[in-house]
T-cell receptor, first 113, second 117 residues
């Protein structure tokens, strides 16, 4: 079975600085998708970024980018120019083709003014 | 992106009563709907998957007689917590997926906070 690990239960970053959240996963499949979701205090799950495993190019969405290392099964999220509104729980997730999500335990990010 | 709504957003009930939570896909037809449970400071745990018109598939350890799921239409799924007890208090999130292809976007509802007294 697939597993997703986030080794940082909590992280903090100064406003306008850059922070990287770590995620590793385990799978025997070669094709799959990886995601980062943000869950603010409202508890609404918000998709931050998605990466298809067959694509070597790292996905980017404005201030958010990933470092996808397929061989190492690593999928870290970099948030640049951090803003107060970035404070939230961040969940890394794996999804195989036609399969359900497997979520990591989450990392709580605090942004310091 | 597509919108998934849940109703109610919060519910408080007495122990032993049943509670129904609705999940609707507002602008797309949800072939598959998912129900998750999230305890404080924890991740989302999948409870069950339902396809329209079919019986739900429950994850191991989830009591199907306690958590009744109905996916009667392509835009509506309901979760009924029967004979609720304080340990059922949690945050319940539904999610909906359109289509059954290799990859289909999955959208999350805003969640329902259930408190059982």
């Amino acid at each position: 079975a697939q597993t997703v690990t986030q080794s940082q239960p909590e992280m903090s970053v100064q406003e306008a600085e850059t922070v990287t959240l770590s995620c590793t996963y385990d799978t025997s499949e070669s094709d799959y998708y990886l995601f980062w979701y943000k869950q603010p205090p409202s508890r609404q799950m918000i998709l931050v970024i998605r990466q298809e495993a067959y694509k070597q190019q790292n996905a980017t969405e404005n201030r958010f980018s990933v470092n996808f290392q397929k061989a190492a099964k690593s999928f870290s999220l970099k948030i640049s120019d951090s803003q107060l509104g970035d404070a939230a729980m961040y969940f890394c997730a794996y999804r195989g083709y036609g399969q359900n999500f497997v979520f990591g335990p989450g990392t709580r990010l605090s942004v310091l003014p | 992106g597509a919108v998934v709504s849940q109703h109610p957003s919060r519910v408080i009930c007495k122990s032993g009563t049943s509670v129904k939570i609705e999940c609707r896909s507002l602008d797309f037809q949800a072939t598959t709907m998912f129900w998750y449970r999230q305890f404080p400071k924890q991740s989302l745990m999948l409870m069950a998957t339902s396809n329209e018109g079919s019986k739900a598939t429950y994850e191991q350890g989830v009591e199907k007689d306690k958590f009744l799921i109905n996916h009667a239409s392509l835009t509506l799924s309901t979760l009924t917590v029967t004979s609720a007890h304080p340990e059922d208090s949690s945050f319940y999130i539904c999610s909906a997926r359109e289509g059954t292809g290799q990859y289909n976007e999955q959208f999350f509802g805003p969640g329902t906070r259930l408190t059982v007294l």
